[in-house]
């Protein structure tokens, strides 16, 4: 009953302010998100990071926004999250950028510079982006680290999509890979780690099981477990008539793991 009551009054503060004042109906809190066509046209204003900081969903406060790579998005339907006290309230009334990928919620972490993120871990946060872009009304941008005051882009904007560019072709290159070098089955009990290969690891189907090795992606941290063909040309060479028969175990990506037979289709980690 209280949510019918709810609707009906923000319909008739709509009626008002339309009356009044058309323009400012996406000022009014929750009227972006009942009205996202005719507020989708007003997502070219220019909010200050002080304008930014007061829609916070408090007493008083004009709205419930948050940035997301300097793009301005109302999320006043999510409340229940973004609102005070909710699980994601440190997002709002501010551009915590950095933090949607590193994981850091503390004051020092709620930061917009995402310079020394790597190409993998912008394509986190534009996976980000693209959620708020499909979920929330855009309503603007913030003047500051990726906007100037005319809402043109910053060398930091384009830095930032220069390396989601990147993150997306080592998507693509990796999806590639693992054509040819699928993850490999995985399993934890008693602290002991156990991987291993079989003709469907990875989803990948294929008419040969392979062996464990860690693969070293240039532009992604670390290593992932991989399965290797063992036998045959390299992938390289699929067509040679003249190879070791040692498949792509020679690749220089790879490397075996420690303590473990290198021709065995599986391998306990201890590590």
């Avoid at 499909?134 to 603007?140: D, E, P, R, S």
């Avoid at 993150?167 to 009990?189: I, T, Y």
């Amino acid at each position: 009953m209280f949510g019918y009551l709810a609707a009906a009054a923000l319909c008739l503060v709509a009626v008002l302010v339309l009356r009044s004042d058309p323009w400012s109906l996406c000022e009014v809190p929750g009227l972006s998100s009942l009205f996202p066509e005719q507020c989708r046209g007003q997502a070219g204003r220019l909010l200050s990071k002080g304008e930014l900081s007061s829609y916070d969903g408090g007493h008083g406060s004009p709205g419930l926004y948050l940035a997301v790579l300097g793009q301005v998005f109302d999320v006043q339907k999510g409340m229940k999250h973004y609102g005070p006290g909710g699980s994601y309230s440190f997002f709002t009334a501010r551009d915590a950028s950095r933090a949607y990928v590193t994981g850091d919620f503390a004051e020092g972490g709620l930061v917009d510079d995402v310079s020394e993120l790597s190409p993998s871990q912008m394509l986190h946060l534009n996976n980000w982006l693209s959620f708020y872009q499909k979920n929330y009304v855009a309503v603007g941008k913030l003047i500051g680290h990726f906007y100037d005051e005319y809402g043109n882009p910053t060398k930091a904007l384009e830095d930032a999509l220069a390396a989601i560019d990147v993150g997306l072709k080592l998507k693509e290159k990796r999806h590639e890979e693992n054509k040819q070098f699928p993850p490999c089955n995985s399993e934890f009990s008693s602290g002991i780690s156990r991987v291993w290969c079989s003709k469907n690891s990875g989803g990948i189907q294929r008419d040969w099981v392979g062996v464990p090795r860690k693969l070293y992606l240039a532009g992604f941290d670390g290593y992932r477990c991989v399965c290797v063909r063992a036998t045959g040309p390299s992938s390289e060479n699929p067509e040679s008539e003249v190879h070791d028969n040692r498949g792509d175990l020679d690749n220089p990506s790879l490397k075996e793991y420690k303590d473990c037979n290198p021709l065995f289709d599986w391998c306990l980690l201890k590590e």
